[in-house]
């Protein structure tokens, strides 16, 4: 079994920072991607950053430039650092994993139960 722990949302002010933390656990193989979603209510679940084993980085347009998504191999672990943050960042964060399980021949998506990001302006 395979999970995805999250910390560090919270409420910050416009032109604050918050960094966000996902450990991955469990039966895990192969750890490919890692990366982070958010959402707000009544929109789709849209990407934000991901990063592989490369390791290649991919950002959203709106988090480029703002957002930096780093990897510890060692600890299985992503983060995101997020800074100049505005009030159109505010959303659920969700952190993804694209993960092959011990025992398993294929990689399979797994997901955090979400931590609230809210930015006042």
């Known amino acids: 079994q395979v999970q995805l722990v999250e910390s560090g949302g919270g409420l910050v002010q416009a032109g604050g920072s918050l960094r966000l933390s996902c450990a991955a656990s469990g039966s895990l193989r192969i750890l490919n991607v890692m990366g982070w979603y958010r959402q707000v209510p009544g929109k789709q679940r849209e990407l934000v950053a991901s990063i592989d084993n490369g390791p290649r980085t991919s950002y959203a347009n709106s988090a480029r430039g703002r957002f930096t998504i780093h990897m510890d191999n060692a600890k299985n672990t992503v983060y995101l650092q997020m800074n100049n943050l505005k009030a159109e960042d505010t959303a659920v964060y969700y952190c993804?994993?694209?993960?092959?399980?011990?025992?398993?021949?294929?990689?399979?998506?797994?997901w955090g139960q979400g931590t609230q990001v809210t930015v006042s302006s």
């Open positions: 993804h994993a694209s993960i092959m399980a011990l025992g398993s021949p294929v990689y399979r998506n797994y």
